[in-house]
C-alpha cells in the first residue's frame, strides 16, 4: 500500500510540474499567463538543485532574491522594492565565503560596499550617495594594510 501511495503521489508531483508555466517578462512586469506574477518564484537547475528564489508582488520584484550555485550552496542574496535594486546584496563563493557586499537606494548604488577575495579577507571597501562615488575608498594588501586611499 504504501509503495502505491509513493508512486500515486510522484506522478501527481510530475503532472503538476508538468503543468506550471513560465514567468514571462514584458516591459518590466513578469506574468504568469496574462496575470502580473504575484508570490515567490522558484527555478531548478537539471540535476533538481534549486536555481533561484525571488519574491514578486503585482508583477513587480519586490524582497529578497536567492541566487544558488549547481551544488546547492547559496551564491547571492539580492534586495528589490517595487522592481528596483534596493536594499543589501550579498555574494558569497562556492566555499560559503562572502565574497562581496553591495547596498542600493531606490536603484541607485547608496551606502557601504565591500569586496572580499577568496579566502574571506577585505580587499575593498567603499562608499556611495545616491549613486555617486563618496568618503574614503580604501583598497586593502593581503596582510590587511591599507595600500591606496581615494577621497571623493
Same mark, same amino acid.
Given at each position: ?17 508538468? =503543468? ?5 517578462? =514584458?516591459?518590466?512586469?513578469?506574468? =504568469? ?111 590587511? =594594510? ?7
Amino acid at each position: 500500500m504504501k509503495k502505491i501511495i509513493l508512486v500515486f503521489t510522484l506522478l501527481a508531483g510530475f503532472a503538476l510540474a508538468g =503543468s506550471t508555466q513560465e514567468l514571462k517578462e =514584458s516591459g518590466g512586469i513578469y506574468y =504568469s499567463g496574462a496575470k502580473p506574477y504575484t508570490g515567490t518564484w522558484t527555478t531548478y537547475y537539471k540535476n533538481g538543485a534549486k536555481n533561484m528564489e525571488a519574491v514578486f508582488l503585482k508583477g513587480k520584484k519586490n524582497g529578497q532574491s536567492k541566487l544558488y550555485f549547481e551544488n546547492g550552496m547559496l551564491s547571492e542574496i539580492r534586495s528589490y522594492k517595487n522592481n528596483k535594486m534596493h536594499g543589501t546584496w550579498l555574494t558569497f563563493n562556492e566555499n560559503n565565503i562572502k565574497i562581496g557586499e553591495a547596498n542600493y537606494k531606490n536603484g541607485q548604488k547608496h551606502g557601504k560596499w565591500y569586496v572580499w577575495d577568496e579566502q574571506g579577507k577585505l580587499i575593498y571597501d567603499m562608499s556611495y550617495s545616491n549613486g555617486k562615488k563618496t568618503g574614503k575608498w580604501l583598497k586593502y594588501d593581503s596582510s590587511g =594594510s591599507v595600500i591606496e586611499e581615494r577621497d571623493y
